[in-house]
Nanobody
């Protein structure tokens, strides 16, 4: 199983980006998928996750970020609006299977700067 994250880049404050995470390989059952980020010198933090079709958000991104999942395409998305400089980080997608195994994408860098 592999997760391929994409969509990061440089954006001005107040701008938007959409991250994608495509899963490939044999996946029997997915318990949940989520997005994390890690800024320089900080611990990796959970931003949002989705189990079945119920999303959950951290306080730092609630109201600005939206997580969604296309089960047919085995793809996870993160729509990020009203971006702030403090959102600058490497963003990682994560998948937890029915057996409890966790997989991570390779990370995609988001830089919010004018």
């Amino acid at each position: 199983v592999q997760l391929q994250a994409s969509g990061g880049g440089l954006v001005q404050p107040g701008g938007s980006l959409r991250l994608s995470c495509a899963a490939s390989g044999s996946i029997r059952r997915i318990n949940g998928m989520g997005w994390f980020r890690q800024a320089p010198g900080k611990e990796r933090e959970l931003l949002a996750n989705i189990t079945s079709f119920t999303p959950h958000y951290s306080h730092s991104v609630e109201g600005r970020f939206s997580i969604s999942r296309d089960a047919a395409k085995k793809t996870l998305y993160l729509q990020m609006d009203s971006l702030k400089p403090e959102d600058t980080a490497v963003y990682y997608c994560n998948m937890c299977t029915g057996s409890g195994t966790q997989y991570w994408g390779q990370g995609t860098l988001v830089t919010v700067s004018s």
